[in-house]
């Protein structure tokens, strides 16, 4: 039994309902806000990209916000730390997207990767098996990235042989735009694979196939690579190739190092540059 004065009795009850109402009036706008921060999240980035906690905590969503996101299915986790849009189809470079631009990292699809994307393989892959993956010296795949399912291997590679913004360009891919290796740039990734993991032999029909590459990027790119063995192997394909471009090169620029480089066991020396190549590359010569 409520205790004091009619009065006050009525007082408690008018105040109780103010309380109820301020109540549901607050939940309301709670919701309101929740659904226009979701909404505006949606419409400004684009379909088929990762989105890090991270960035989205930089921008105004707590983790709170996160969970309730999740909860009412806009949004899914696909690792600690990395979520979709529910539903989405996102595959490895919508993943590129959110490291290149959401936490700034130079990794980025390079060697045959993409030349693919480029369409510079002398080959259609329907379904490639892999995506070749560089980034600078110290830069690793996050946790979520490496062990999520993209349909296909991830190859990555941490070095720091060519600058990490050198030679690469935009590329379109669906709704969103990725960074990638330029043609010239692809080739030397692939030749810093090889002979290990990349055949010299393939890294040849891939260089025939670079009959336009800007002799200014090539260059610069030849003058800022730090490895001896991909330098001599580029300059020889090229040539082996006979790509007019080559012409325009500056080779007095270009430190190709002393000594040679034993690339095969058992192949055959190209004096010119100094390397052992496999005895079939060396046949036929141009």
């Not at 969503?61 to 189809?89: F, N, P, T």
């Not at 349909?151 to 960074?179: A, N, R």
């Not at 290796?181 to 810093?192: K, Q, T």
Request: aromatic share 10%; proline share 2%; glycine share 8%.
């Amino acid at each position: 039994m409520y205790k004091g004065t009619y009065s006050t009795f009525i007082r408690h009850k008018i105040n109780k309902k103010f309380d109820i109402v301020y109540f549901i009036m607050y939940i309301g706008t709670m919701s309101t806000k929740m659904k226009s921060k979701i909404n505006q999240l949606l419409t400004t980035t684009p379909h088929g990209v990762v989105l890090l906690s991270s960035w989205l905590a930089n921008k105004g969503y707590s983790l709170d916000l996160l969970k309730r996101y999740k909860k009412s299915q806009w949004l899914e986790s696909i690792g600690s730390g990395a979520m979709i849009r529910c539903g989405d189809s996102v595959d490895y470079n919508g993943a590129v997207y959110a490291l290149q631009t959401q936490i700034s990292l130079s990794i980025h699809a390079g060697g045959k990767t993409a030349l693919a994307l480029l369409g510079k393989l002398h080959y259609l892959e329907l379904s490639p098996k892999k995506a070749v993956l560089f980034g600078f010296s110290g830069e690793k795949l996050p946790r979520w990235f490496a062990n999520h399912n993209w349909q296909m291997g991830v190859e990555y590679h941490s070095t720091s042989f060519l600058p990490s913004e050198l030679g690469l360009i935009d590329f379109k891919i669906k709704d969103f735009s990725i960074k990638i290796s330029s043609a010239a740039r692809a080739i030397m990734e692939c030749l810093y694979l090889a002979p290990e993991k990349q055949e010299l032999q393939e890294c040849y029909e891939l260089m025939e196939g670079l009959n336009n590459l800007r002799p200014t990027l090539v260059q610069e790119l030849l003058e800022q690579c730090s490895s001896i063995k991909v330098k001599r192997l580029f300059l020889y394909l090229a040539e082996k190739a006979g790509h007019q471009w080559l012409q325009y090169l500056d080779l007095k620029k270009i430190d190709l190092g002393s000594g040679k480089r034993r690339l095969v066991v058992h192949g055959t020396y190209v004096e010119k540059y100094k390397i052992t190549v496999p005895r079939g590359l060396a046949q036929n010569e141009k």
